[in-house]
């Protein structure tokens, strides 16, 4: 379930870890993102863990309570932050069962037009570039303004998490300068759209 903490005046983002496991490297980045949030930014997680199978047929008798709480907790949100680990080079099941999901209706998507970020970490030393890559390819589809840099690759996660907690500085800066971008891409996204309504 969404725990967005943002103020009134504030940015909200719901943060969508794509693994589910209790030590994951996302989740803790998610975590940290939590921490290193610019001034009026606030980080909700979702929780993916009830979200099941996507299913057309299950679909037509409408979405499954966890799946309208994920497209509930989208729609309201200002942005959205996404940390993918990278499973066989690609993006892991538990995440793209997600976005498939939050992506339909196709032309009425809580997807579309909503401002995002990417990051991810693994213990390997590409840090999920080809998973964020692919990530990429499948906002497109949805018309989700992905913002394109700074990237956050993190590799080698094994030394730069400790007890659950992103410790390493450096990464630390990089996640503080992702999170200021998506600030500004947001106001940047709602004044344009404010300005055409
Ligand atoms: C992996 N892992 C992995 N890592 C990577 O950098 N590139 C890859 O292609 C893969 N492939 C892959 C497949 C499968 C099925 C598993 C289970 C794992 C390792 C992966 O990055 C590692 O398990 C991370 O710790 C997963 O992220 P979380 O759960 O820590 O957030």
């Known amino acids: 379930m969404s725990s967005n903490s943002a103020t009134s ?9 794509g693994s589910l496991r209790q030590g994951s490297y996302n989740r803790a980045l998610l975590q940290a993102a939590q921490e290193l949030v610019p001034e009026g930014m606030g980080i909700g997680v979702f929780d993916l863990s009830p979200i099941p199978f996507y299913n057309y047929d299950v679909e037509q008798e409408g979405d499954p309570e966890p799946v309208t709480a ?5 729609g309201a949100a200002d942005a959205i932050l996404i940390a993918t680990p990278e499973y066989q080079r690609g993006i892991p099941g538990v995440l793209k069962n997600a976005l498939d999901w939050a992506a339909r209706p196709p032309r009425q998507s809580v997807m579309r037009g909503k401002p995002a970020a990417i990051m991810g970490a693994s213990p390997g030393f590409t840090g999920t570039a080809r998973a964020q890559t692919q990530l990429r390819q499948t906002l497109e589809y949805n018309r989700t303004y992905a913002l394109l840099q700074p990237e956050v690759l993190i590799g080698g996660a094994g030394d730069k998490f400790r007890d659950g907690r992103l410790v390493d500085e450096e990464t630390r800066t990089r996640v503080r300068e992702l999170l200021a971008a998506l600030a500004d891409w947001t106001r940047l996204l709602q004044q344009g759209v404010a300005a055409r309504t």
């Open 9 to 17: 005046q504030g940015l909200q983002v719901l943060g969508i870890a």
């Open 70 to 74: 994920l497209k509930e907790a989208i």
